[in-house]
């Protein structure tokens, strides 16, 4: 970031090449919809780059572009209200004890995801997904880590009746 500030336009690319994969997975588990993350990874460059004067190189690069994405992320969950299922893989047993196929478990866990409120998918997609600390959650979402230890205890339990109730 500094080369980039410094005139070095290729440090900008280079930005990009690191971070857009995470920024890219934190918006599919945001949104569950791979247009909407792919078009909110670049509206979160785009927005980046033009407001790099607003950066305060303090701060971690990542931590500021990840606040991005998810400010992107909720102001795309707000423009439309049907979902579809994450993609990506994510083990869970069956209610039977038998193995559900990854795509049967990854549309259960998606859609479970999917029905926790924006903030509660925000902590564990961040811890479980993309595996931050509490204390760069914290940063990300400008909230004391406390309040992410508490969001996620909740978020966790309101997954698994989620899921329970899924099984049912």
């Known amino acids: 970031m500094r080369r980039y500030l410094d005139g070095e336009r290729a440090a900008g690319d280079e930005l990009v090449n690191r971070y857009h994969r995470s920024v890219y997975n934190v918006a599919l588990r945001m949104l569950g919809n791979v247009q909407d993350a792919e078009d909110v990874s670049q509206t979160t460059f785009g927005n980046a780059f033009a407001a790099l004067d607003t950066y305060d190189p303090q701060y971690r690069f990542f931590s500021w572009i990840y606040r991005m994405t998810f400010n992107e992320s909720l102001n795309t969950l707000k423009r439309r209200r049907n979902v579809v299922s994450l993609d990506g893989g994510f083990d869970l047993p069956a209610a039977d004890g038998a193995s559900d196929s990854g795509a049967e478990a990854e549309d259960r866990v998606g859609r479970a995801l999917l029905d926790l409120k924006?903030?509660?998918?925000?902590?564990?997609?961040?811890?479980?997904?993309?595996?931050?600390?509490?204390?760069?959650?914290?940063?990300?979402?400008?909230?004391?880590?406390?309040?992410?230890?508490?969001?996620?205890?909740?978020?966790?339990?309101r997954l698994r009746q989620s899921l329970l109730v899924a099984r049912a």
Do not use: M, N
Not at 131 to 152: A, C, H, N, Q
């Open 118 to 157: 924006p903030d509660d998918r925000a902590v564990v997609v961040l811890k479980h997904f993309v595996s931050f600390s509490y204390e760069e959650i914290s940063d990300v979402l400008g909230v004391p880590v406390r309040t992410v230890k508490s969001r996620l205890f909740t978020a966790r339990e």
